[in-house]
């Protein structure tokens, strides 16, 4: 069976990602950080959930996105991995933030991901 924890140390790091990538879309305070130990899915790594729209009318709430990191795959990566894991799930948010999500196939891939991992390590570099 899954659990799932509270993850502080990667939400003040996907803020952080947010920020120094003005990602201006993605609202902070309605993205939410989780680990989990116990999933069977063999190859993820993280992945994202969105409040889709039907629960946001129903809660009278706005958009929500949970960031899932899988305690067992993400933990043993370096840090530079977890970094471009925690972008790739970031990229799935769509401009209009608004519960859905944006697909891998022009959206999310290895090259995309790479071209902003080195942005951010770039802008790392600029402030300090």
């Not at 939400?11 to 120094?20: A, F, Q």
């Amino acid at each position: 069976m899954i659990e799932y924890f509270p993850a502080p140390d990667i939400k003040e790091r996907m803020d952080h990602i947010i920020e120094l990538l003005r990602f201006d879309h993605v609202r902070p305070e309605s993205v939410y950080c989780v680990r989990s130990r116990g999933s069977k899915a063999a190859r993820t790594i993280a992945r994202i959930h969105g409040l889709s729209r039907i629960w946001q009318d129903a809660m009278g709430t706005d958009a929500k996105y949970i960031i899932e990191i899988i305690a067992e795959r993400f933990d043993n990566l370096t840090l530079d991995d977890q970094d471009r894991t925690l972008i790739h799930e970031v990229l799935h948010i769509p401009h209009g933030f608004k519960g859905g999500f944006r697909h891998h196939r022009n959206y999310v891939n290895a090259e995309i991901v790479e071209t902003w991992y080195k942005r951010f390590q770039q802008k790392k570099l600029e402030t300090t």
